[in-house]
Structures are given as structure tokens and as C-alpha cells.
């Protein structure tokens, strides 16, 4: 449009489209809903949002609505959150809503979500700041009413889940003005590392929106964000949603969850612990049942069997020749000690040592004897015995 240049329909809703999302990023607005139509099997949700002289299109999907607590209709007045957006195909323009409430809840509702939006631009609800839970805590702190039942419950459940849990209630007021007071003050105590505390949980049971209005105390959400200890928010029921439970590190529907979400099960890991167990045992008789069959293979291989099958040879050989030798006159026995004799006096003269007396000497290469010129090669490294000692050479030429 500029220089009086006319633009395409499409670039004039593209820029009235920048503007308009630009400008309205964030709405909070009430009226009452015309024309709603749910869409099967997509389940989105498309109405008219309206009031006496006005009304806008609107769209809740699919990925929003299923958080609903109540069935949207013609004629229900509600409060919703969203933002503006354009419909470029046609050039109209409507509501994406995020979040919706029944209308009428009065000022408590409408200050709860105008906090609950402070808190989450800062940054208090990010995923990114939440502490994980340890897996097996020692010391667990329960900020609850001392005479309420979900120290009872937690208790209870404790002792099934997990008994060798030290649980420490510190007592507070769970609702009526001030109450947030006193749970700030318990959780700076169980923030004391004197202490040692592993996992704090703040509890109570279901209750109205002014029952619970005290946990949407800013002072304490941000007394819960700042806590060094994992926090677990446990208040209300499952359909009940306070600030704290936003900025707490992990949220359960119910007290009894917050003990099942911080111990761990201890069948679990008797369970475990069992199958492991079993694998050892077996891991263990399979090594021992190979072992066995292999030293069973080395005791029956011939090679291992060769030295003594050759000492029983030799026996029998010695007790044959001793027989033969009781049989010999004593005659034949000197004769044949005399033959002995003249035997082993061939065999010193044959011996080496006493060759070696005799101006021979004994080559070695290694462990190998060198009975040939052929087998050594130049440079090699030999050893020569003589009768008096040895002496280590190097073939030269």
C-alpha cells in the first residue's frame, strides 16, 4: 500500500495477521458460549463466544480440552484464556483457547489466574527448575496438620512400601488465614541441613477453593520454588489445582500418591533382587559344569594319559626282568654284571663329558645342539662348552 501500491488480499491478511497476534498475545476474557459444536473423532471443540453486543469465533483443541473438569455448552457463561489469531484462508479472526473455567467462580478464581500467570512468566512452573526425586530417600519430611489423617495415610502406606523410611512431621496449619504462613515456616525448617531431609511433601485432603486458598499464597510459591530439598504438593483431590502444586518439583493427586511417587517399592526390589539372584546360581553351575567337562576331557585325552600309561609299562617291564633274574644262575648274573660293567664304561667314553676332557667342545645355538656347519648362519649367536665352563660367540664368517 505504501507509494499507492496496491498488495494481494493475501499479504494485507498476512500483515493484519503480524499485527493483531503481535498486539494480543495474551487474552482473559468472559462470555457465554453460542453455536458449540464438537468434532468427531478429532474431538476439537469450535463455539461463539458472546455478550450482549458482541461475539467472537473461538477454538479449543483437542490437545487442550481434555484437561476440562465440565462439559462445555449453549448458553454456559465461562471465563477463558488464549490468545488472538487470524484464519488466513478467510480473513476472520478468533480465539485459540487454551484454558476454560465456569464463569461465576467469582474473585478468588480470577485472582488465581492472574498469579498463576505472573508466576509462570517468570519462570517458577519451568520443567527445567524442577528437582528430581531421589530414588531411595532416608529422611522424609511430611508438612501436614498433626491431627489430620494423611500423617495416618502416609504412614500407612510407608510401612508397606518401604519401613526402613524415617518419616518427620512437621506440623502446620492446612487452611484459614495465616495458614501459608506456617507452612513457609515448615519448609524452612525441613530446609535445615542439619536435618538431612531428602523430600519434603506438603499435604492435605480435598476441599473447596477457599478451603485450599491459602496455598496460592505467592509468598509461599516462592518460598516452595527457592527450597534447596525437592518438594512434593499434595493438596486436594485429583481435580483440585493450587500454585503450589505448579511450582512444586513433582505434583500427586492425592497424599497416598505423594508416598507411592517419593518411596520406592520395596517388592519391587525384592523382586529384583531374586532374579538376580537365580541368574547368578545359574551363571555359577554353568561355570562349574564346564570346568568339569573340560578337566574330564584333559584327564581322558591320551597326551595326558601317554606318561603314565609309559611309568606302568615300565613297572611291568622291571617286575618281568626281576623274575628273570630269579630265575638266573648266580653265574650268569656276574657274568651279566660284568657285561653291565663294560657297557657303562662304553657309555662314559662315549659320554660328552668326557669328551669334552678330551679337547672336544659342545656347540648350541639356543636349545638347539649344532652337530653341522650347515645349520649356522653369519652373526648367529652360539654358545661353545668346554670341560671347564662355557663361552658365548658370533659366527663371522
Request: proline fraction near 4%.
Given at each position: 500500500?505504501e507509494?499507492?501500491?496496491p498488495?494481494?488480499?493475501?499479504e494485507?491478511?498476512?500483515?493484519l495477521k503480524s499485527?493483531v497476534?503481535?498486539?494480543?498475545?495474551?487474552?482473559?476474557?468472559e462470555g457465554?458460549i453460542?453455536?458449540?459444536?464438537?468434532h468427531?473423532?478429532k474431538?476439537?471443540m469450535?463455539?461463539v463466544?458472546k455478550?450482549?453486543s458482541s461475539?467472537?469465533n473461538?477454538?479449543?483443541?483437542n490437545?487442550?480440552?481434555t484437561?476440562?473438569?465440565?462439559?462445555?455448552?449453549?448458553?454456559?457463561k465461562v471465563?477463558?484464556?488464549?490468545r488472538?489469531?487470524?484464519?488466513?484462508a478467510r480473513?476472520?479472526y478468533q480465539?485459540?483457547v487454551?484454558?476454560m473455567m465456569?464463569?461465576?467462580?467469582?474473585d478468588l478464581?480470577?485472582?488465581?489466574?492472574?498469579?498463576k500467570e505472573?508466576?509462570?512468566?517468570e519462570?517458577?512452573?519451568?520443567e527445567?527448575?524442577?528437582?528430581?526425586?531421589?530414588?531411595?530417600?532416608?529422611?522424609?519430611?511430611?508438612?501436614?496438620?498433626e491431627t489430620?489423617?494423611?500423617?495416618k495415610?502416609?504412614?500407612?502406606?510407608?510401612e508397606?512400601?518401604?519401613?526402613?523410611?524415617?518419616?518427620?512431621?512437621?506440623?502446620?496449619?492446612?487452611?484459614?488465614?495465616?495458614?501459608?504462613?506456617?507452612?513457609?515456616?515448615?519448609l524452612?525448617?525441613a530446609?535445615?541441613p542439619?536435618l538431612?531431609?531428602?523430600?519434603?511433601?506438603i499435604?492435605?485432603?480435598?476441599?473447596?477453593?477457599?478451603?485450599?486458598?491459602?496455598f496460592?499464597?505467592?509468598?509461599l510459591?516462592r518460598?516452595?520454588?527457592?527450597?534447596?530439598?525437592p518438594?512434593v504438593?499434595?493438596?486436594?483431590?485429583?481435580?483440585?489445582?493450587?500454585?503450589?502444586?505448579?511450582?512444586a518439583d513433582k505434583r500427586?493427586?492425592t497424599p497416598?500418591?505423594?508416598a507411592?511417587?517419593?518411596l520406592?517399592?520395596k517388592?519391587?526390589?525384592?523382586?529384583?533382587?531374586n532374579r538376580?539372584q537365580?541368574?547368578?546360581?545359574?551363571l555359577?553351575?554353568?561355570k562349574?559344569?564346564?570346568l568339569?567337562?573340560?578337566?574330564t576331557?584333559i584327564?581322558?585325552?591320551?597326551f595326558?594319559?601317554?606318561?603314565?600309561?609309559?611309568?606302568?609299562?615300565?613297572?611291568?617291564?622291571l617286575?618281568?626282568?626281576e623274575?628273570e633274574?630269579?630265575?638266573?644262575?648266580?653265574t650268569?648274573i656276574?657274568?651279566?654284571?660284568?657285561?653291565?660293567n663294560?657297557?657303562?664304561?662304553i657309555?662314559f667314553?662315549l659320554s660328552?663329558?668326557?669328551n669334552?676332557k678330551?679337547g672336544?667342545s659342545?656347540?648350541k645355538?639356543?636349545?638347539?645342539?649344532?652337530?653341522?656347519?650347515?645349520?649356522?648362519?653369519?652373526?648367529?649367536k652360539?654358545?661353545?662348552k668346554?670341560?671347564?665352563?662355557?663361552?658365548?660367540?658370533e659366527?663371522t664368517?
Amino acid at each position: 500500500m505504501e507509494n499507492n501500491t496496491p498488495v494481494s488480499i493475501s499479504e494485507l491478511t498476512k500483515r493484519l495477521k503480524s499485527v493483531v497476534e503481535y498486539e494480543f498475545k495474551f487474552v482473559f476474557a468472559e462470555g457465554e458460549i453460542s453455536n458449540f459444536k464438537l468434532h468427531s473423532p478429532k474431538g476439537n471443540m469450535y463455539f461463539v463466544l458472546k455478550d450482549d453486543s458482541s461475539s467472537i469465533n473461538a477454538v479449543m483443541w483437542n490437545t487442550q480440552n481434555t484437561k476440562l473438569n465440565f462439559q462445555p455448552k449453549d448458553g454456559l457463561k465461562v471465563i477463558i484464556k488464549g490468545r488472538i489469531t487470524i484464519w488466513d484462508a478467510r480473513g476472520t479472526y478468533q480465539i485459540d483457547v487454551w484454558e476454560m473455567m465456569q464463569s461465576g467462580l467469582g474473585d478468588l478464581q480470577l485472582a488465581f489466574e492472574k498469579l498463576k500467570e505472573k508466576l509462570k512468566s517468570e519462570g517458577l512452573f519451568d520443567e527445567s527448575h524442577k528437582k528430581p526425586l531421589p530414588q531411595f530417600p532416608k529422611n522424609v519430611a511430611i508438612i501436614t496438620s498433626e491431627t489430620g489423617a494423611v500423617i495416618k495415610d502416609f504412614i500407612r502406606v510407608s510401612e508397606k512400601r518401604f519401613p526402613l523410611i524415617n518419616l518427620i512431621l512437621i506440623p502446620a496449619a492446612m487452611q484459614g488465614e495465616g495458614a501459608a504462613k506456617t507452612v513457609i515456616n515448615a519448609l524452612k525448617t525441613a530446609n535445615n541441613p542439619d536435618l538431612k531431609i531428602d523430600v519434603i511433601c506438603i499435604a492435605r485432603g480435598g476441599g473447596s477453593i477457599e478451603d485450599l486458598w491459602e496455598f496460592n499464597n505467592e509468598n509461599l510459591a516462592r518460598e516452595i520454588f527457592k527450597s534447596e530439598v525437592p518438594v512434593v504438593s499434595a493438596i486436594g483431590h485429583e481435580t483440585d489445582f493450587t500454585i503450589a502444586d505448579f511450582v512444586a518439583d513433582k505434583r500427586a493427586p492425592t497424599p497416598s500418591a505423594a508416598a507411592e511417587i517419593i518411596l520406592p517399592d520395596k517388592n519391587d526390589y525384592l523382586e529384583r533382587l531374586n532374579r538376580f539372584q537365580y541368574l547368578i546360581n545359574n551363571l555359577g553351575i554353568r561355570k562349574i559344569n564346564n570346568l568339569t567337562s573340560n578337566l574330564t576331557y584333559i584327564q581322558n585325552n591320551y597326551f595326558f594319559r601317554k606318561p603314565l600309561d609309559t611309568l606302568n609299562n615300565f613297572k611291568i617291564n622291571l617286575d618281568e626282568f626281576e623274575d628273570e633274574l630269579l630265575k638266573l644262575p648266580v653265574t650268569k648274573i656276574n657274568n651279566l654284571n660284568t657285561e653291565l660293567n663294560y657297557i657303562e664304561k662304553i657309555f662314559f667314553n662315549l659320554s660328552p663329558e668326557n669328551n669334552l676332557k678330551r679337547g672336544y667342545s659342545i656347540i648350541k645355538k639356543g636349545d638347539e645342539y649344532i652337530s653341522s656347519a650347515k645349520k649356522l648362519n653369519l652373526f648367529d649367536k652360539i654358545t661353545i662348552k668346554f670341560k671347564d665352563g662355557s663361552k658365548d660367540a658370533e659366527v663371522t664368517k
